[in-house]
């Protein structure tokens, strides 16, 4: 196991569970001070100002976005430590039919508290996700980033991501497209992830369960 990750387990069991719309503005703040930290350093990942509620909201009503509760700030309102969407949607500017899109889960809106930092919360989160790709029974997980940021692509092949291709679009600053095959970093289903996983079913499984 990780050592960063051995350290959250001692810390503090955090929990992973399914956004909601009352955790829309701790997820776009969390958005934006990410985008801020990735522009103020060069990186065209994403928009400077973050996202706007429109790009987000649909992720929560889907329940494809995910956030791991973090701890109180200060003010009486607790901000998420680390949030991520995972779903089946293929980006069609990168991925072509030969891609074969329904053979993989897409990692998207990644972005870890800069208070959590340094704690292997982004990579046990891949993990999860690699964890849910086998339960899925799909085979690929996968993501795009900038494609002018090395060392952001270097930090994905150290999570054994293997990088297929750049995709060069002057509307998109990301592109540079990664999979790796489901599971977890090293390949033991039984590593323990440093949150407990408590996620509600997706609005669309409740519909289905009251019908």
Not at 97 to 119: E, F, I, N, T
Not at 148 to 168: E, I, K, S, W
Not at 190 to 202: I, M, N, Q, S, Y
């Amino acid at each position: 196991m990780h050592s960063n990750t051995v350290n959250l387990v001692t810390r503090r069991r955090l929990a992973l569970r399914r956004a909601t719309r009352d955790d829309l503005p701790g997820v776009l703040g969390l958005l934006a001070k990410t985008a801020a930290w990735l522009n103020g350093r060069g990186v065209r990942q994403w928009p400077a100002g973050g996202f706007p509620a429109e790009r987000i909201i649909p992720l929560i009503e889907e329940g494809t976005l995910y956030v791991i509760d973090g701890e109180d700030d200060g003010d009486g309102e607790g901000r998420p430590a680390a949030t991520v969407a995972l779903d089946g949607n293929a980006d069609p500017e990168f991925w072509t039919p030969q891609d074969s899109p329904d053979a993989a889960l897409y990692v998207h809106k990644l972005a870890v508290a800069r208070s959590h930092s340094g704690r292997g919360l982004g990579e046990a989160l891949l993990d999860w996700a690699g964890l849910r790709v086998l339960a899925e029974g799909r085979r690929w997980l996968r993501l795009d980033c900038s494609k002018d940021n090395p060392g952001l692509q270097d930090y994905y092949r150290r999570q054994r991501f293997t990088h297929l291709r750049t995709v060069d679009l002057p509307h998109r600053a990301s592109g540079a497209l990664f999979q790796r095959l489901g599971g977890v970093r090293g390949g033991l289903a039984g590593t323990a992830l440093p949150f407990a996983d408590r996620r509600a079913p997706a609005p669309a499984e409740r519909v289905a369960e009251h019908a």
